[in-house]
């Protein structure tokens, strides 16, 4: 279905008209954005984007992604002028509101449509990275018939000054990720003013760098906008389209300025912009041909919608792809062969090592795991299970070199697990989720199931120093709502760790794994499955019962060893390993109250800080960590310079009992 | 001083054997990157680099920094041969033991002559930046005669391949920071492999498109790096030098592969090593005449320091730019009558607005201040007190427009603050602090006076919804060593804040400030600097002592509602306003225990997660936040739907009690 201007224009000012009415009721908002990309989103969504409204969880629909989030006007309008279920015209009035869908940002848990959060700045593009990987790997591994669909992203100046944009298209270009292409709303403007403030950049010759194709056209000119998707559909390389637009576009004393970027109009500019564009139809009402029209642009994608469907019912491997979609491991998944060859031959490993070698029996049970790394592959261990590289020459592979992109990295992972079909994990030092903190947050809120093989998790790692040496990471990490963060103490543990991590359908996971090599803590067994309640007793207390020393990871056994010397000494002493926090707030009083008695002395131990452990151990209670930076030397040195040694806590738990 | 080539290869070969020899004797380290550089290395610092080893300190000193900070022994070789007292052959014998200065990596904390510690890929040459922005502010401000240096830069394809590398070179091509050059170790290694394995990027272009100026040379020929760092002295733009390097240079099997990135060499290959450089001197000795043609490379630095200082002793400005370049305040500074003002006529106002207010106070006072904001300048209300942009026309102005790039913003600032001379702040949304993580940790690692202005600190910035609020935030940079995080209650509270901020020599701080208003909960004249204690009791208990309630910022005068509902009830009710729990913590036990009795039930209120809270209120205490995320809806409505009402949190203190 093509149309003329005269069709065309009045169904892009329904989406100025309904985001500049929608933001004036909120008095809050963002209409530029929405106004000057109405005439391109417009064309892509009417004639380019394969979608279909009545269907909005279609596997093969192409994935599109709001990066300017802001501007989420343009999306609620989008969908509700498509025919989608949602938003409802009272949800677009109720924008910004509780309870209301329409959220000041995109949320993909609030509608179905949406597919990723976005809001934080760069990271739409660089999910879509990850969603056009995911694309080209599924179509490797299922075929043109069930996969073959395209990434479009709209992204704003924002998205491309932040540092994620460069890792992201340095990935995309790397990888010839033909299918995606980036929408750049090219108005010169940013919240401060224009954008030569701050840059002076060419956009467009730092894109070819990266191997991207470039094209360029007039925003508010339909013809001129479909000779540039055509262009960019047709390149083999990702597109990066130059909308050269105005922000605010129909406006008319504001059109062009920042003043429209971040705020309501006014009820007058509102009043002007309606004469301006010719809009005569009330707040919230949209004229019935161009209703009808946009509902008519639907029909295109029901029909391919329709012929997929058809085609699936004759595809051999429909129920794997079907189960994949649906996020469901495998109904005979399970490690529990691995765990109970463990108890019988334990191991003393690292538990970076520990997770390789889980790794190697998951990558060959489950077919939708995609590993990789930030350019650490050898120490985060992260290659096993014979997977080969995922390049640009064979998407069939399940192992991204991501480079030093950890940022990078953890988006794509996101747009990896949100398209679905994957889950993805990838590794770097755990230090190194400073780097990547922004996309484990919308990990977490998008409730997106990735594993963050974080590795190097104390100052066990030694001598490359403070710089190097996480203190305040794991627990700032627990602190995260909706993301599991686990310090295993042994490879049963890492083991148990990694199955609760695949079976979060809706949770990503940080692993917080050793360098140095660790004892087997457990080898009972008939104990298994202790991870999953966060937290449990690995030993009871011998003599009276007077002390309950809490650990995790690598302390665990520094924390028998102290329980050893204090039964010695007359003091019962339990061991309760805490293994997520997460989990164990999760738990029942009961278990709670029984795994750290009231009546004892509660002791916890980290090679980290002691900010949070509080929780756990009371005003009263200690807390033996370490609450500045580490330092460069050998670990042993370090753990004894730092007091994490059974020589140096065990006095100070007498002390305390005799205080 | 310029040497032919038989003198240079064995200075050159200096740094080899000491970097393989030293990763060898610490039996960790990374040989691959210094032995690569050594040619490069050893023509900057002998023929260009401005430096006096005797003076470390010297103001007017070229900047190094080495970004690719894994190669420390770069620079412990080059400084100990150079001639300068620190790090001595017993130290680099010592590297990577504990309480050798020769760390893991380069600590600017351990060594004089370290500019910046660096490690964390990336943010050297971000820094770098930001010491380049200071070099030509200072040098409008001074003049030739006292400010007149370069920075130089060594990076590897890790530094560049980080986002923050984008951030940082577009703010310093945009800025025409023509003094700054970076010699980019062009190795084609990273640690997987080679560079091909995750990049394909045309990294020359993509500076050029930058605004940068690029120039090639063969990284083992003294006269082609000669010729290309003349040129890049030579051009008005910041250069790229791009030094076509093998990565571990000189060892016969192992030389241009990663096998070199990261581990020793082991012993036969060192011999090797020896043999193909024609080495014959012992581990960890000098021959000579090498050691002396390194020292005698100083003089040229030291004659200009000494004429430097002679034009210094008739310098008007010279106590000024002393007291600068000290980091001391003015010995006049104070904001006492602001304060006093504020007490006298109290105010109603968003903390981010009374940021904005003192701030026109201190730029006013204090001219050693730049402030700026990524693209956030009227939300952050960081541009006050009259104070122009900073430009690439304008170096004298004291505001930065950073552009939408927070942790190129973050990690320039540290540069700003290890310069010398200048006080940097700047601002976006709090919640953002997760993208320039990285850069706090090393503003608070590297003990730099930064003050990071950070709004919108909860769900009380309402609409924008869950991605731009802080949940986890405010807690989890509590936890971060050497960091001051400040949550003012109101307009004289960030006053005294950031006083405190500004005091801090060693110190960074977050300021964590409300979009929302929020009313004057102090006005008593005599009560002056009640924040420098991290926290003080607002409000006595009426009735008998039951409660202690703990509050901070915004939540302050919610406490205190509720103190004046349970006094109605009976129950006496203590405030305490908890504006830095860092600063609370360093107190004395007699005062801890004075603001928060151990029998009253302790009570937190803050909108934000109650994860750590426990450390004030135990086990037994309440603590009132937010443990999930945040929505999108008017701030008022969020308050409520989150239970943060006197309404909602008077009974559960009432049942409390009761229970």
Same mark, same amino acid.
């Given at each position: 279905?093509?149309?003329?201007?005269?069709?065309?224009?009045?169904?892009?000012?329904?989406?100025?008209?309904?985001?500049?009415?929608?933001?004036?009721?909120?008095?809050?908002?963002?209409?530029?954005?929405?106004?000057?990309?109405?005439?391109?989103?417009?064309?892509?969504?009417?004639?380019?984007?394969?979608?279909?409204?009545?269907?909005?969880?279609?596997?093969?629909?192409?994935?599109?992604?709001?990066?300017?989030?802001?501007?989420?006007?343009?999306?609620?309008?989008?969908?509700?002028?498509?025919?989608?279920?949602?938003?409802?015209?009272?949800?677009?009035?109720?924008?910004?509101?509780?309870?209301?869908?329409?959220?000041?940002?995109?949320?993909?848990?609030?509608?179905?449509?949406?597919?990723?959060?976005?809001?934080?700045?760069?990271?739409?593009?660089?999910?879509?990275?990850?969603?056009?990987?995911?694309?080209?790997?599924?179509?490797?591994?299922?075929?043109?018939?069930?996969?073959?669909?395209?990434?479009?992203?709209?992204?704003?100046?924002?998205?491309?000054?932040?540092?994620?944009?460069?890792?992201?298209?340095?990935?995309?270009?790397?990888?010839?990720?033909?299918?995606?292409?980036?929408?750049?709303?090219?108005?010169?403007?940013?919240?401060?003013?224009?954008?030569?403030?701050?840059?002076?950049?060419?956009?467009?010759?730092?894109?070819?760098?990266?191997?991207?194709?470039?094209?360029?056209?007039?925003?508010?000119?339909?013809?001129?906008?479909?000779?540039?998707?055509?262009?960019?559909?047709?390149?083999?390389?990702?597109?990066?389209?130059?909308?050269?637009?105005?922000?605010?576009?129909?406006?008319?004393?504001?059109?062009? *300025?920042? =003043?429209?970027?971040?705020? !309501? &109009?006014?009820?007058?500019?509102? %009043? /002007?912009?309606?004469?301006?564009? +010719?809009?005569?139809?009330?707040?919230?009402?949209?004229?019935?041909?161009?209703?009808?029209?946009?509902?008519?642009?639907?029909?295109?994608?029901?029909?391919?919608?329709?012929?997929?469907?058809?085609?699936?019912?004759?595809?051999?491997?429909?129920?794997?792809?079907?189960?994949?979609?649906?996020?469901?491991?495998?109904?005979?998944?399970?490690?529990?062969?691995?765990?109970?060859?463990?108890?019988?031959?334990?191991?003393?490993?690292?538990?970076?090592?520990?997770?390789?070698?889980?790794?190697?029996?998951?990558?060959?049970?489950?077919?939708?795991?995609?590993?990789?790394?930030?350019?650490?592959?050898?120490?985060?261990? *992260?290659? =096993?299970?014979?997977?080969? !590289? &995922?390049?640009?020459?064979?998407? %069939? /592979?399940?192992?991204?070199?991501? +480079?030093?992109?950890?940022?990078?990295?953890?988006?794509?992972?996101?747009?990896?697990?949100?398209?679905?079909?994957?889950?993805?994990?990838?590794?770097?030092?755990?230090?190194?989720?400073?780097?990547?903190?922004?996309?484990?947050?919308?990990?977490?809120?998008?409730?997106?199931?990735?594993?963050?093989?974080?590795?190097?998790?104390?100052?066990?790692?030694?001598?490359?120093?403070?710089?190097?040496?996480?203190?305040?990471?794991?627990?700032?990490?627990?602190?995260?709502?909706?993301?599991?963060?686990?310090?295993?103490?042994?490879?049963?543990?890492?083991?148990?760790?990694?199955?609760?991590?695949?079976?979060?359908?809706?949770?990503?996971?940080?692993?917080?794994?050793?360098?140095?090599?660790?004892?087997?803590?457990?080898?009972?067994?008939?104990?298994?499955?202790?991870?999953?309640?966060?937290?449990?007793?690995?030993?009871?207390?011998?003599?009276?019962?007077?002390?309950?020393?809490?650990?995790?990871?690598?302390?665990?056994?520094?924390?028998?060893?102290?329980?050893?010397?204090?039964?010695?000494?007359?003091?019962?002493?339990?061991?309760?390993?805490?293994?997520?926090?997460?989990?164990?707030?999760?738990?029942?009083?009961?278990?709670?109250?029984?795994?750290?008695?009231?009546?004892?002395?509660?002791?916890?131990?980290?090679?980290?800080?002691?900010?949070?452990?509080?929780?756990?151990?009371?005003?009263?209670?200690?807390?033996?960590?370490?609450?500045?930076?580490?330092?460069?030397?050998?670990?042993?040195?370090?753990?004894?310079?730092?007091?994490?040694?059974?020589?140096?806590?065990?006095?100070?738990?007498?002390?305390?009992?005799?205080?």
């Amino acid at each position: 279905m093509t149309l003329d201007t005269a069709r065309l224009a009045p169904m892009a000012n329904a989406i100025r008209a309904l985001s500049m009415d929608a933001v004036q009721a909120a008095n809050s908002g963002h209409p530029g954005m929405p106004m000057g990309m109405a005439d391109v989103a417009t064309i892509l969504w009417t004639e380019y984007l394969k979608h279909d409204p009545a269907t909005p969880d279609w596997a093969d629909r192409d994935r599109f992604v709001l990066s300017a989030g802001h501007g989420s006007m343009l999306i609620y309008s989008l969908l509700h002028l498509s025919g989608y279920a949602h938003p409802t015209m009272e949800d677009i009035r109720n924008f910004r509101q509780l309870g209301s869908p329409c959220a000041g940002h995109p949320e993909n848990f609030l509608l179905d449509a949406v597919e990723c959060t976005t809001g934080p700045l760069g990271q739409g593009v660089a999910m879509a990275v990850g969603m056009a990987i995911a694309e080209r790997h599924l179509n490797a591994a299922f075929g043109n018939d069930t996969v073959d669909h395209r990434t479009w992203v709209v992204a704003g100046d924002g998205c491309l000054m932040e540092g994620i944009n460069h890792e992201a298209i340095g990935l995309a270009g790397h990888l010839k990720l033909g299918r995606m292409n980036v929408l750049w709303d090219d108005n010169a403007i940013t919240i401060d003013g224009p954008t030569s403030l701050s840059t002076s950049e060419d956009i467009k010759a730092r894109y070819e760098a990266t191997g991207w194709h470039v094209v360029s056209c007039d925003g508010h000119e339909f013809a001129d906008i479909r000779r540039a998707l055509d262009e960019a559909v047709a390149d083999e390389r990702p597109s990066l389209v130059a909308c050269s637009t105005v922000i605010g576009k129909g406006a008319p004393t504001k059109q062009g *300025t920042s =003043a429209t970027h971040g705020a !309501p &109009l006014g009820d007058e500019e509102i %009043a /002007g912009t309606r004469t301006a564009i +010719g809009w005569d139809a009330k707040p919230f009402e949209v004229p019935e041909q161009v209703l009808s029209d946009w509902r008519a642009s639907a029909r295109r994608g029901a029909q391919e919608r329709a012929s997929w469907q058809k085609r699936q019912e004759s595809f051999a491997k429909r129920g794997e792809f079907e189960r994949r979609m649906a996020g469901d491991l495998p109904a005979n998944f399970s490690l529990d062969n691995y765990i109970q060859s463990l108890m019988k031959d334990p191991v003393k490993v690292a538990t970076r090592k520990a997770s390789e070698m889980v790794l190697e029996q998951i990558n060959g049970k489950l077919s939708e795991t995609i590993g990789g790394s930030a350019d650490l592959t050898g120490s985060n261990n *992260t290659k =096993a299970g014979g997977i080969g !590289p &995922l390049t640009a020459d064979d998407y %069939a /592979g399940r192992y991204i070199y991501y +480079g030093i992109r950890e940022f990078g990295m953890a988006a794509a992972m996101n747009g990896m697990a949100l398209h679905g079909g994957i889950i993805p994990y990838g590794g770097t030092f755990l230090v190194f989720t400073d780097y990547c903190r922004g996309a484990i947050r919308l990990s977490a809120l998008q409730q997106a199931r990735v594993v963050y093989v974080m590795t190097h998790d104390s100052i066990g790692l030694g001598e490359d120093g403070p710089t190097h040496q996480p203190i305040e990471h794991v627990q700032s990490l627990r602190m995260m709502p909706n993301l599991l963060v686990m310090r295993p103490a042994d490879a049963i543990e890492t083991a148990e760790c990694w199955e609760i991590a695949l079976r979060q359908k809706n949770r990503p996971t940080v692993l917080a794994l050793s360098r140095q090599n660790l004892p087997q803590v457990r080898n009972a067994p008939e104990e298994v499955d202790q991870s999953s309640r966060g937290a449990y007793r690995l030993k009871k207390p011998g003599n009276s019962r007077k002390v309950t020393l809490i650990a995790s990871g690598s302390e665990v056994h520094l924390a028998l060893k102290c329980a050893e010397e204090l039964e010695k000494q007359g003091v019962g002493a339990s061991v309760v390993s805490m293994v997520c926090t997460q989990l164990f707030d999760e738990q029942d009083a009961a278990y709670q109250a029984d795994m750290i008695p009231g009546d004892t002395l509660a002791v916890s131990i980290e090679a980290g800080t002691t900010f949070g452990w509080e929780r756990y151990t009371g005003r009263d209670g200690l807390n033996i960590g370490i609450d500045s930076f580490g330092a460069s030397a050998p670990a042993s040195d370090l753990f004894e310079k730092f007091g994490l040694t059974a020589e140096a806590i065990v006095p100070q738990i007498i002390n305390k009992l005799n205080a």
